[in-house]
């Protein structure tokens, strides 16, 4: 049971170039999430997935797109990376439902995406 | 104004100390709370729910006051593997978390 997996773990770009990033989760979630954190920023939501086939916008989902073709694959692209695309990348997943009041809405989240576009 | 909202830190304590976090949020409608714990370059992940009631988790322990519309985290006798960064998060409908910025927690020997 790998969990949330993404890749790559890192990537340089130049600016203009494209690029996808991976997530894969093994868990049968319903929910899938990108999100993007930077120094002081914390988290913040790029794109989420309530399931197959379905996508939404979260709060900074300019210059990016997802898709999720599979239950389990949440993929994010970058049509034309640019430098303030700088970030480390988490993707999550949590179940529809909780198993317990104590994980309600607990999210579990992939090792991250380090992403530098120069 | 953010909407959860943490002092960054960090918080240099010595080991054994105790060591109180606080969170703001704006939103009243506002409906659970966690405590994530994010290590150095690695993933966040779940330290404990914040109930209304509070609750303790062995040296951790969480408390709400919705009057106020803030949340504590409080470490008893800090670990040095008690040092990253505590991630205040609320949850306001759906399946959406908020995230806080995040307060660094430095334990020294």
């Known amino acids: 049971n790998a969990g949330v997996t993404q890749t790559p773990k890192f990537r340089v770009l130049k600016t203009g170039q494209s690029m996808t990033l991976l997530c894969a989760q093994d868990?049968?979630?319903?929910?899938m999430y990108w999100y993007r954190q930077d120094p002081g920023m914390g988290l913040r939501l790029i794109h989420y997935?309530?399931?197959?086939?379905?996508?939404a916008k979260g709060e900074v989902p300019d210059g990016y797109n997802v898709s999720r073709l599979k239950k389990q694959n949440f993929l994010l692209g970058l049509e034309s990376a640019a430098p303030s695309q700088t970030s480390v990348y988490f993707c999550?997943?949590?179940?529809?439902?909780?198993?317990?009041?104590?994980?309600?809405?607990?999210?579990?989240f992939g090792p991250g995406t380090r992403l530098t576009v120069l | 104004r953010k909407e959860v909202e943490q002092d960054p830190g960090p918080f240099n304590v010595p080991e054994g100390a105790t060591v109180a976090f606080n969170c703001t949020y704006s939103?009243?409608?506002?409906?659970?709370f966690f405590w994530y714990r994010q290590d150095c370059r690695k993933e966040p992940k779940l330290l404990m729910s914040?109930?209304?009631s509070g609750n303790e988790d062995g040296r951790f322990t969480a408390q709400l006051n919705r009057a106020s519309q803030y949340i504590s985290l409080l470490i008893r006798d800090s670990k040095l593997s008690d040092s990253a960064t505590y991630l205040c998060?609320?949850?306001?409908?759906?399946?959406?978390?908020?995230f806080g910025g995040g307060t660094r927690l430095m334990v020294k020997p």
């Open positions: 868990m049968n979630h319903e929910y």
């Open positions: 998060v609320v949850h306001n409908a759906g399946n959406m978390l908020t």
């Open positions: 999550a997943s949590s179940p529809s439902r909780g198993s317990g009041r104590s994980r309600l809405y607990e999210q579990f």
């Open positions: 997935s309530v399931g197959e086939g379905t996508t």
């Open positions: 939103n009243s409608a506002s409906q659970s």
């Open positions: 914040v109930y209304s």
